[in-house]
């Protein structure tokens, strides 16, 4: 692979740092804290999962949005609002979310400070623009990072728009991240490459099919392996 420089877009949540895993631990405490008499833990998780994604459609992205589908499971199942006393304790399990505490994933740093001597980076991430800023300070990386851009969804619309606004050739320009939803397909869709760097944390909705024989899309194990590539 040509070492020429590139233009390197990066997603955020769960490629340079944990997001979905923090989610998944609130839900397991918010499943303890139910212990629901009569349903087992797979359905209450299955109407979590389900009332988090009617709600990502008409809302976002977000753990303003998640604490809400939290807070309308407890009503649904308690078939009663719920009370200041049971909403608090929704926000004391989701704390770490609401707090927007950044996990960064293993060599992200040195790998971007590395790449960014050769390359041009930018970070293109979907979800609450306040939201996703404060991680995205919180996280310290932004200094990579020619250009930070927060949309509300990726689309290979998206990827079409960005690469017409700052001049990008399609050919010279990689999308890197771990959602075949949201990072992979739709770039490739728009004419770019991709390098898709798989998260066993990847939230359900942002799962879909890659197509294997595409040579255009880099398949690695861990963010590090960048530096072997890039």
Known sequence: MTRSRQVLIFDADDTLWE?????????????DWLAHPTLDRAELRT???????????AHGYGSRVFLRSLGQCLERLRAR????????????????????KVELLPG??????DLARRHD????????PEEQQRKIDASNLAHHFQGV????????????????EHALMPSATWMIGNSPK???????????????????????????DVDPTDAQVLRLRAF???????
């Open 47 to 57: 109407m979590v999962e389900d009332v988090d994604a009617a709600n990502a459609v």
């Open 19 to 31: 997001n979905n895993l923090l989610y998944e631990r609130v839900i397991e405490d918010f499943l």
């Open 121 to 128: 980076l930018r970070l293109l991430t979907k979800g609450d």
């Open 81 to 100: 609002p719920a009370t200041v006393a049971e909403q608090g304790q929704i926000e004391e399990l989701a704390a770490a979310l609401v707090e927007h």
């Open 224 to 230: 590090p392996d960048l530096r072997t590539h890039f």
């Open 149 to 164: 851009h927060i949309v509300p969804e990726k689309r290979a619309d998206t990827y079409r728009q960005l690469a017409a």
């Open 108 to 113: 992200v740093a040195e790998t971007l400070d």
């Open 182 to 208: 949201s990072d992979i397909n739709p770039a490739r869709a728009a004419g770019m490459n991709a390098v898709f760097i798989p998260n066993p944390h990847t939230w359900a909705l942002e799962h879909d």
